[in-house]
């Protein structure tokens, strides 16, 4: 069964960068990746950044000037390049698929911003 698969989370100090990336596999190789969100611990999934109408992109007001999304030219992965992280930015990324008006969402990857 095809899957969005998110990677490059891991566990970064305060200040510091990690790439993330996320690819369908499988039959869900259809689906265009489009969009990164997060979830915390007690707290309800939050859009980070999005490709809107194509080319449009959107950040959340957190994490401007810090992140930037970007995907490959046949849109089929999508990175998130994170910079400066903070604590307040660990949380399990995960990346959204469309299709039409249906939408596919990966297994998430941790990103843990901590001394």
């Known amino acids: 069964q095809g899957q969005l698969v998110a990677s490059g989370g891991g566990l970064v100090q305060p200040g510091g960068s990690l790439r993330l990336s996320c690819a369908a596999s499988?039959?869900?190789?259809?689906?265009?990746?489009v969009a990164w969100y997060r979830q915390s611990p007690g707290k309800e999934r939050e859009l980070v950044a999005s490709?809107?109408?194509?080319?449009?992109?959107n950040y959340a007001d957190f994490v401007k000037g810090r992140f930037t999304v970007s995907r490959d030219k046949p849109g089929n992965t999508l990175y998130l390049q994170m910079n400066s992280l903070k604590p307040e930015d660990t949380a399990v990324y995960y990346c959204?698929?469309?299709?039409?008006?249906?939408?596919?969402w990966g297994q998430g990857t941790q990103v843990t911003v901590s001394s």
């Open positions: 499988g039959s869900a190789f259809r689906f265009k990746p």
């Open positions: 490709f809107s109408f194509g080319r449009d992109i």
């Open positions: 959204k698929g469309v299709l039409g008006s249906n939408e596919l």
